[in-house]
Each structure stands twice: as C-alpha cells, then as structure tokens.
C-alpha cells in the first residue's frame, strides 16, 4: 500500500525508512534489520536513524562548493516537499479506511443480536427430537431381541438340513463319482456327528454316513488297486485315502505291492529269456575244440576258437536293454509317483504330523532294495553265462547301459545303496572278464602249444634229413623250421595278448560312465589288468613251461625235445624284451597307477629266465638221455669178452654222432653259438693219439706195481692235474656250444660208467678204443673245452683197459685207418643222402 | 668246536665193495673189497681209531676174484659173503659165497702192519652160494639182526632164500622167486627189510622197485617206475617200517611209503649225476647218506620224514617248568629238510657210503679208484639231535 503510493522518483533510501517508520507502527520490524543496522552507522545518511544534520552540515560545507551547496539546497527542498505531499497523501487514505471499519463493526453488532435468538430456537427443537427418539426405541427393543433369536435358529435349521441330507448327498456324490466333494462334505459334518453322537437321530446320520463313507473309501480304494486310471487320479486318490484317516501306511504298502507285482512281471520276463538262453548256451556255446586237421603253420585257424562266443538267444545287450527298458524305467516311475504321492506332498494339519514322508521314505527304499536286488541276480546271472570272450565291446556297452539307467534311480533316490550295488556288480563283471581272458589267453597258448607240436611231429624226417647231411642246409620244406615256428607262436601270443588289451581297455574308455569310478581308474588297472591278466599270463607261461620239466622228467620225454627248446628260447626272449615290452604297453595303454605294490619287470624276467634255463637244462638232459640210452643198450647187450677183431666203428657209434650233430642243427636254428676255449693249434683229431700211446702208459703204470696208499694218493694227484671236476648234469648256458657240451657230457659220463661194469676181453678193449677215437674226431667240434672231449674219452678207454682181461692196446695207425674207413663212408652216405634229397 | 677232518684211506686198487662190519660194536671197522682183473683180490679190514684219528688196516687175500659186492654177517663178525666174478672159458660169470675171516688176523696187523700187506692172510670158505642154475648174482643180503643162518642172494631174476646150515658150511635154498616179465629182467639192488619179522624184501630191477613177502615168496607191491632211470640202490628206514629210500640214474633220491606207492613221500635232487648208493643211519634215520658218479657224498638231514619228532622230545609239564628250555627249543625248533654236507674229498665215482655199525655219527665212502674217506656227522648236528 506504502509502496503505490510513494512517488515513483524517491530514492530506495526514502521508501525504505517509510517503510520502516510504518514497521515501527505496527510493530512489524523482522524485517529489513540488517539493512537498518548497516545504514544506521553513518551519521551522514540522510536515511539513516543516526542521521545527525550537524554533521551532515558540516561535511556538505567542507567538502562542496558554492554552486554544489546550491544544487543540493535545491534539491534537498525538492525532496522534502515530495515527502511532505506523500504523508498527507497517506494521512487521508488511512482515514477512509478507519471510518469504514468503524461502520462494518458498526453493522456486525446488529446481526450477532439476531443469531442469537435463532440458536435458542434451535436447541429447544433438538431437546424435543431427542425426547422423540427416547421414546421409540424403547417400544422397539423386544422385537428387535425376538428376530435375532429367530435368525439364530434358521442357521441351526440349515446345518441340521444339511446333516441330514448329508446321507443322500454322499450318496449322490458316490453315485456322481464326485469322491472330493463327498470327502469334503464329510470332513465338515464328522465334527458335529462325532460330537452329538450320544442322540440317537445324529447316530443315525453319523451310522449312515460310516456306511457311505466306507462304500467310497471301498470304491477308493478299489480304483487305487486297479492303478489304471492316470497318476493325477491317483494321486487324488490317495489323497483322499489319507483324508478319510486311511493309515497311510497301509496306502503304502498297497500302492509299493501292486507295483511291485507289475514289477514282477518285468522280472519274470526277464528270468523266462534267461533261461532261454542258458538253454540255447549250454547247447551251442562250447567252446569249439581246434580240429585235428588245422594247419599246423598258421595257429589262427584254432587262435579264433576260444574267442568265438556261444550264439545265444539273445546278446547280454538286449538282455540288458530289455531289462532297462522294462524293469529300470518302470521302477523309476514308481519311485517318482510314489514319491509324489507320499512324500514331496505338502502337508496340512493333522497329516503332516504324523511323518509321513519319513515312514514312507524307509518303505520305499526297503521295496527298492529288494527289488533291485532281485533284478542284479538276474544281470549277475546273465553276465555270468556271457563266458565268450569274442566281442568285449557288446559287454562294455551292456554293462554302460545297466549302470547308467542305475544312476537314474540314483537321481530320484539320493540316499539308495542300488547304484552302488550295480556298480559293484559292474565291477564284479569286469572282474570275472578279466578272469574269463586269463584262462582264454591260457587255453589259446595250450592250443597253439599243441599246434607247434603237431608242427613238429610231422617234418620230423625233413630235420633228420637236413642233419644227416651233416650241414643243416636244408630245411626249406614245405613244413615250418624252429625259428619260423617261434616266430609265429610269440607273434601269436603277442597278438592275441595285445588284442585282449584292447577289449579290458574297453571298460576304461571315456564314453562309459563307470570308468571315472575309482576302481576303474586304479584297481582295475593296476590290480585287475596288470596283476591279474598281464603278469598272471607271463606267469601262466612259465608255469607251464616249468610244467613241461617236471611231468616229462619221469615219465620219460613225452614232449618233443625241440618243443623243450622253443619253450626255452621263448622264455629267453620274454626275458629279454617282450616282458617289459608288453608291461610297457600295458601301463601306457591303462595308465597303471601303482597305488598298491605291482610285479616288477624284473622278478617277472627273473622268473622267465628261471623257466628257460630249466627247459633248456631239460632239453639237455632229454637230449643227453636219448644218447646215453643208446650208449648203455651198446655196452650192456654185447659180450665183450668173447667180441672179434675190430674192423669197423660200431653203428651205434655213427648214431650217436648223427644225433649229436641234428642236435646241434636244431640248437643251432634258434641260439647262437657261444664261446669255446681256445683252440690250441694242434686241436686236430691227431691230438687224441696222445691218451692211447703216452699217457696212457702212464696212467697204467701205478697199478702194475701194487703199491702203497702213499701211491694212490700220488696217482689221484696226476689226475687231479689233468682235469677239473665235472659236473655232468650242471646248468648250461644259452648258447649251441654249452648246451651240445652238456650232452655229451652226460653221453660220454654214461659210456664211462657203463663201461666200469663190464668186463673185457682183448678185441672188445680195442673195439672201444675204435669206438672212442671216432668219437672225438667228430665231437670236439661241438664243444666248448675240447679237452673235456678228451678227458672223458681217455677215461673211458682207461677204464675198458682196467676191465680187460687181456689188456694189449691197439696200434694206433690202425685204429687211425679203420676210423679214416669209417668217415669216408659216412661221407659216401650223406653225398648220396644229399642226392636223393 | 672244529670238525675233524675227514680221514682218507687209499687202497692200490679199483674197489667198488665197501661194508661195516655188522656184528661189530665195539671198534669202528668197515670191509673193503677190491676190484682187479689182473691180481689177487683183497679184502681191507679197516678199523678207525677214534680217540687219535688214525687209520689201521688189515688185508686179507681174496684170491676167488674180483669183488662186486660184500656184506657181512650180523651174527657172527668173522664172517662175510661176497660177491666175485669168476672167469672161466671166456665167460664171466658172478658167484658168491660165505668166507670166515681167519681169527688171527686181528693180533698179527696189529704187532706189524707192515708185514700184513707183505704177507697177507687168506680168507677162509665156508661155502658157496651155487648160482650156476640161476645166473650171475647182483648181491647177498644177511637177514637183518638175524642170526646168521639165513641170507639171500639176488641172480639175475631169481630171488634165491639160503639156510646156512652146520656153522655156515652148507648152504641150502629153502625157498626161491623168479621175476617174469618181457625183456631180460635182471635185479640191480635189494634189500632185507628190518621190519615185519623179517619177512619183507624189496628189491630194483630197471626203473622199477618191488616188495616181496618171504613167506610165499609172492610180490606184494611193486612201484613201477620208481626212477625216470635204473634205481642203484635202496635201503629201509630203520625204525619206520613202511618208509623206504631209493636212487637212481636219474639224480634222484626218493622216499616211499610201500603203502602209497603211486607217489614218492618226498624226492631230492642234489647230486649232478648217478646216485648210486643211499643209507640211513641205523639210530638217527632223519640222516641220510648217498653217494654218487659225481664224485660227492652228501649227508642230508630229512627231519620231516623221520621217525624221531622235530626239534625236541621233551615233555610238555618240563616245558612249562622250565621257560628257558623252552626259549632254546625254539631257538633250535627250525630244523628244516636240508643237506648238511657235501662231501668232495673223492675224485672218481663213488660207488658205496656206509654208516659205522658201531659209532652212529661216522660213515666211510668209496670211490672207483680206491679212496676211502671216513667222515663225521658235523658236531653242532649231532648235539641237536642228541640234546
């Protein structure tokens, strides 16, 4: 208001102090302090409250001039009448405003005067209504109580209606199969029913609906038993069960029962193939015997035979298929109805305090249990009759399959000991596999032994042949020599061993869900395939080869001797190389990793080196026994007392060195020839005439002069010089020379010994001496120490002078000639045995 | 304590027939026959001396001829038979007869040793055993702790039962068996059995081994290849009646039980040729000696098969009474089967081991060229098995 009307040319100062001087009027002075306080300060603003006009006086005089006071005289009187018109201006609008108030007051007064009276009117009208009021409500309140105690009892009349309707509508529901309704219906009046049961009307109702109820918990669980209708109704159904305070144990046994016979049916199935088939097996799946007839060079003919598989009704695949298609998967959709039934339902009230799911779990693990168990008989039993080792991988992807679906069961039954049972019977399977190979690898080198004997029956003539040719040529007939026959057999077991690697590898491949099992990873590795196939076979073959040692040793060479020297030689090369090789190739192939204590290579060479040097100690000792016994036959059966002059070496004697030197061939083909001493320079047939002529004599001399022990003593000594003990039945090395060495050894130990029994006659000294010097133109060439060759035969025409009667010696020159006689005729022999060949 | 060394004896000649003097039991003496076609043959009469370890001999000339074999009498010490091949007509044929040795040979060797061998005594005869009918004779064997009035001879494949009549001077066959069979059958070895009443004989014949009962002079078993080679020898176990050993070409040494003969009880193999001569020592029988054409005697300790029990014979209540008896029988109980010794001493074919008759733990061995060696069984032995 102040504002519009001060002129609009004042200065903000001038409006201001207006302002403030109306403040101070009214008492309003919040406002603007901080400005007033600042202008307040100088006492030269003209605004200002301080304003002091002396001050201001004095300081316009000091500081303008003349014409500037005049300016400012000016228009100070300039400002100072604007502000006086202002005031009056304010004076007369404020007095308007105060002369109209006074009239509305004025006005105001007059109009209180006449509410007033209409308020005492209106009160005295309220004070009437109210009395009104009063009075009618009081006429009303029994009518009021009588329609609440007649509502009351309608609501009573309608619960009784339905009570005893309750029978009738129950059994519509029954008839309508609207089993929830009626449950539901039920579960509201058995409250009542069971609370007034004492009258007789309700006991009535509370009877009939008993009745009904046990008709449709009759009808319930008929539906429940037939288990045809959908698992939503089944589950309804069982619902309902256990609305109707069915023991829910009871539920349980009766849904696990009627599955199990289902179940059963599965495993009846599963039993009647099982049957089949071990019928069908028992009557096809022999193993085939290898046929007489087969070629001896090439063993596969009979190598496959073990390995064929009996062709059974049906392959353990589709007996597992089957089993998993019907049994597995069904006894899954049990487990998963079962448990949606009783145990993943959410509880509500009373139910869920009496634990089902706990109750329901243990029964439905005891029924899986035991069904399972069942089941795995059966597998076990199958698994059992798949004894064919041909096709692994038909096992493997069986067994994947068993133990897969298992792992289904697994999923929907965390806490189930089945899959751990199917995979201990995986296990228990890859067990009985690797057994089942052990014996087929067992059979198939018996098999193969037998055909290398057949092998070697037949060409028996064609070695002879080859050796009574005195050089060994030729064997190159259409049967197979001993390195061929090594050849093949080692490639065979080899082969055969490497394929039944790679059918056991079979069960660790990446795809099978069992082989991350532990004891795929590491028993069956180590243990199963290393231990017990691998090293057991090795084993097995020296075994067996130690087998042949011993049985034949009594009963006087069964096996064929050149079958004792492939054993040998077979044995030397696993010890060599293809033990480690084969060990090798085994921990490559299973990454064997030795958690438990494993065979080391070299026990395993060991052991195989034990085998061959006993076979090849055998093999000499057959060897030397054959020679021997024609040796001992020679001396025992002839009267040497009464024998005519020598003319010829006796045949005998050309036997035994043709055997010798065909022993030596067949030695010859499969170890190498080995160390002799060295030849002296005069290693020549002429260094034998050294025994018969000089020390011979010598040897005689002590005993024409009967002496005293002193002298024997003496004698011994001499000897003692000449020779070192020999052991005649010693361990021989792996080579041609040691083992010839030893026959003749034991040959020549014979001769000695049968010659000590006898007693000779003048012509039968001289036809030993014959016999002797013939002898060692022909073996020193086999042995390692030609001097043994010597000694021994020196010792045995001693010993024949000794048991002469008539001990005068032959002239060497003619023993010389008769024994020349003799060679060339032998020569004359294996020229015209060589043509005929 | 050490050993003592084995005492060697060497005779001139070759010598095959070694024996102890059975009815000995006192002084420790084995005979010796020699083997020589060309001298006299002799018998040694070797006695040992125990206490000083020497070695006295008597010789005793056995003109008859070379000896195979010999045995003597377990009645009467003085006598002996033997086995000597006889040529006659270029035909050598093997006898045997029953000798006495002269009684005075005893007192003359020992006043001068020297003398004896210069001047030897001669046997005396008493009779022979005629063989002529039935063929050389292989061994004479003397009814076991018998009285000296019954031997057997083995001829060729006659099993021939004298009585030895009027001091041994007459000789009649009371009963005799013939083996029959393909082929020449000749007996190698045979042995009276000690046990049964003396009514058991087992003899070898190629690989085979065969019982008889004396009575009806019938086979009562017979152990077809007994040996993969001929069988050299056998001996009874002397207080085991069914147990019996035997060896043979083929290295071995076998043990049988006569009532299980499909397989032997236990077999060893230690020699590297021909064994041709097995013993059990007649008190202690777990000892067995054997000789062979290796040129080794070796004495084996065969506990598992012996009579007496492993380790101990003491009581159980002495046991409990004494711990530490107990704690050294432990310390001892492993006596395994196992070769004591192997005797090398020899350099030729050893063809005969005998136990001393009189001293349990001493034995002789024999080999071609004449060597006589007297061994002991080693001390730390003997005081375990007589401890």
Known sequence: MSSATTPPDSDPNGRRRIHSMLKLYYGLNEEGKAADQAESLDPCDINGPHFDPEVYLNKLRKECSLGELMDHESCMVKQIRSLDSDMQTLVYENYNKFISATDTIRKMKNDFKKMEDEMDCLSANMASITEFSARISGTLQDQHAQITKLSGVHTLLRKLQFLFELPARLNKCLELQAYAQAVSAHRRARCVLQQYSHMPSFRGIQDDCHVIMEQLAQQLRQKFRDGGSSAKDLSECVELLLQLDEPAEELCDKFLSHAQSRLEADLQGLEAELKDSAVTDTGGGSVQKTSPGSNPVSPSSSVINPFLSPTAGTDILEFIDRGCNEFVSSLCLVIASYQELFINRPQEGELASKNIPEMANGKLHVFVDTLAARYFSLVERRIQEEKGVSDNSLLVRALDRFHRRLQAISKLLPGSAVPSHGTEIVVQAARQRIKQYLSALQTFYHDSLTDVRQALAAPRLAVGGASASGGGASSKDATPSLPELLASLSNFILNQLKSVLASVHLFTAKDITFSNKPYFKGEFCSQGVREGLVVSFIKFICQSSRQYCESAGDRGGSTPPALLLLLSRLCLDYETSTISYILTLTDEQFLVQHHTPVTPVTALCAEAREAAQKLLNHYVKVQGLIISQMLRKSVETRDWVNTIEPRNVRAVMKRVVEDTTSIDVQVGLLYEEGVRKAHSSDSSKRTFSVYSSSRQQIRYAPSYTPSAPMDTNLLSNIHKLFSERIDIFSPVEFNKVSVLTGIIKISLKTFLECVRLRTFGRYGLQQIQVDCHYLQMYLWRFVSDENLVHFLLDEIVCSAAHRCLDPSPMEQSVIEVICERAVRADWSDAVKANSVF | ?387
């Open chain 2, 1 to 387: 304590m050490e050993d003592d060394a084995p005492v060697i004896y060497g005779l001139e000649f070759q010598a095959r027939a070694l024996t102890a003097q059975t009815a000995e039991t006192d002084a420790i003496r084995f005979l010796v026959g020699t083997q020589s076609l060309k001298f006299d043959n002799q018998i040694h009469i070797i006695d040992f001396d125990d206490e000083n370890n020497v070695i006295n001999k008597s010789v005793l000339l056995h003109d008859a001829g070379e000896i195979w074999h010999i045995s003597g009498s377990p009645a009467d010490k003085a006598v002996l038979t033997t086995c000597y091949s006889k040529t006659s007509e270029s035909r050598v044929l093997t006898c045997a007869a029953v000798w006495r040795m002269p009684p005075e040979w005893e007192s003359g060797n020992h006043e001068s040793p020297d003398d004896s061998s210069n001047n030897p005594q001669t046997l005396e005869l008493l009779c022979h055993l005629d063989n002529t009918a039935h063929g050389s004779v292989a061994c004479v064997l003397w009814e076991p702790m018998g009285d000296g009035k019954r031997v057997i001879s083995l001829a060729e494949n006659h099993v021939l039962l004298w009585d030895l009549q009027e001091s041994s001077t007459k000789a009649t066959i009371s009963s005799s068996a013939t083996l029959e069979g393909k082929g020449q059958l000749k007996f190698t070895a045979g042995k009276w059995s000690p046990h049964h009443n003396n009514t058991q004989l087992a003899t070898a014949n190629d690989t085979a081994i065969r019982g008889w009962d004396l009575r009806s002079m019938s086979q009562i078993y017979c152990i077809e290849n007994a040996h993969g080679q001929l069988v050299r020898d056998l001996d009874f176990n002397p207080n085991k009646q069914y147990y019996l050993a035997s060896c043979g070409d083929d290295c071995k040494v076998k043990f049988w039980d006569v009532r299980h003969i499909n397989e032997p009880v236990k077999c060893l193999e230690e020699h590297s040729h021909w064994v041709w001569s097995v013993r059990y020592n007649h008190s202690h029988d777990q000892l067995l000696l054997t000789g062979s054409s290796d040129s080794r005697v070796i004495l084996s300790n065969m506990v598992s098969i012996s009579s007496e029990p492993f380790g101990h014979l003491v009581d159980d209540d002495e046991l409990s009474d004494n711990e530490e008896s107990q704690q050294e029988d432990k310390g001892k109980e492993p006596l395994q089967d196992s070769i004591i010794a192997t005797y090398e001493e020899h350099e030729d074919s050893v063809y005969a081991v005998e136990w001393s008759a009189a001293d349990p733990w001493l034995f002789a061995s024999l080999s071609y060229d004449g060597r006589l060696v007297i061994n002991r069984v080693p001390r730390a032995l003997k005081y375990r098995i007589l401890l």
